[in-house]
């Protein structure tokens, strides 16, 4: 699978938008950009995710890179609730390009929201 | 309506002792997945099922883990003779399918906190 690169960290203050980047200069064709994030104590939680176009959802917009080497979290808002590691996860079909399953998790980004 | 469920939710166990993990996962959904959390690290796969294809179990890390599945519905993850490298949080998801035109996002359940002492 193809790599993602993303900060360690990054704060916010409440109320303020938040832009999450990714890299992902490795990218296949049929590599889709999946966002998830995770609160303390809880499973991760789908976020959004793309092919090549921008995408918008309730819970945020996703901005995708012309060469599609990048890509950008947008939290409109950030709220206290929004405070969670971010994974940015790029994936594939398997062998045989039949079907898209597991995800390969890195380390992603720990958000802090501050009041 | 009920997500994906895990039970136990937590479980102490000596080394050397065999456990047993259980996952419901949304009704309806063909695909069930089991990762591991190590602390502090990210999620590693585990094993996939999709309907009634071979399972992937390539990311089981050694023959002490074993995982089956009935049908579409629950899964148990057995690890035997547990080690305390074992200890990690267990989370399980499902999606409703993983065809090539779905690439369905992957719902979690909280995860068993597995501690081997």
């Known amino acids: 699978d193809a790599k993602t690169t993303q900060p360690n960290s990054m704060e916010s203050n409440e109320e303020e938008p938040v832009h999450l980047p990714c890299n992902h200069s490795t990218i296949s064709g049929t590599d889709y950009i999946h966002w998830y994030r995770q609160l303390p104590s809880q499973g991760p939680e789908y976020v959004i995710h793309g092919l090549t176009s921008n995408v918008n959802n309730r819970m945020a917009s996703l901005a995708i890179a012309e060469d599609r080497k990048s890509s950008t979290l947008i939290l409109h808002r950030a709220t206290l609730r929004d405070a969670a590691v971010y994974y940015c996860?790029?994936?594939?079909?398997?062998?045989?390009?039949?079907?898209?399953?597991?995800?390969?998790f890195g380390q992603g980004t720990i958000l802090t929201v501050h009041p | 309506g009920a997500g994906v469920s895990q039970s136990p939710s937590n479980k102490v166990t000596e080394k050397g002792k065999d456990v047993e993990l259980r996952c419901d996962p949304i009704?309806?959904?063909?695909?069930l997945y089991w990762y591991r959390q190590r602390l502090g690290q990210g999620l590693e796969f585990l094993i996939y099922?999709?309907?009634?294809?071979?399972?992937?179990k390539s990311g089981l890390p050694s023959d002490r883990f074993s995982a089956e599945r009935t049908g579409e519905s629950v899964s148990t993850l057995t690890i035997q003779r547990t080690q305390q490298e074992d200890s990690a949080v267990y989370l399980c998801a499902s999606s409703p399918r993983s065809g090539a035109g779905g690439n369905q996002p992957q719902h979690f359940g909280d995860g068993t906190r597995l501690s081997i002492l």
């Open positions: 009704s309806g959904h063909t695909a």
């Open positions: 099922f999709q309907g009634n294809s071979a399972p992937d």
């Open positions: 996860i790029l994936r594939g079909p398997n062998a045989g390009g039949t079907s898209y399953g597991k995800l390969t």
